[in-house]
């Protein structure tokens, strides 16, 4: 239901953008966001977007990674500059997607899209 793109090889200093859609019959989205898993870590978050604009980053990438959506393509977006060796890591979209007015919202996650940062 949410398929990420963008990954990829990228020196260190460099950037990266990120991309999730969502599809099917959704009635809206909640909170929209990016996580991580670095080898041999737990996933942790990267940054979430409420279906009104507000931002959270973690404290390890703010100031370098923008997250963004577009409601009219149930998308949600991760700009990611100054990247570090230490971003290396899978990347996962997630969000909170209500497909019937009957219905709560539903925790969805991409297939996760690798990002690897080389010194």
């Known amino acids: 239901q949410l398929q990420a793109s963008g990954g990829g090889l990228v020196q260190a200093g460099g950037s990266l953008r990120l991309s999730c859609a969502a599809s099917g019959r959704i009635v809206s989205i909640n909170d929209m966001g990016w996580y991580r898993r670095a080898p041999g870590k737990q996933r942790e978050l990267v940054a979430t977007i409420t279906s009104g604009g507000s931002t959270n980053y973690a404290d390890s990438v703010k100031d370098r990674f923008t997250i963004s959506r577009d409601n009219a393509k149930n998308a949600v977006n991760l700009r990611m500059n100054s990247l570090k060796p230490e971003d290396t890591a899978i990347y996962y979209c997630?969000?909170?997607?209500?497909?019937?007015?009957?219905?709560?919202?539903?925790?969805?996650w991409g297939q996760g899209t690798l990002v690897t940062v080389s010194s």
């Open positions: 997630n969000a909170k997607v209500i497909y019937s007015p009957f219905r709560l919202p539903e925790d969805y």
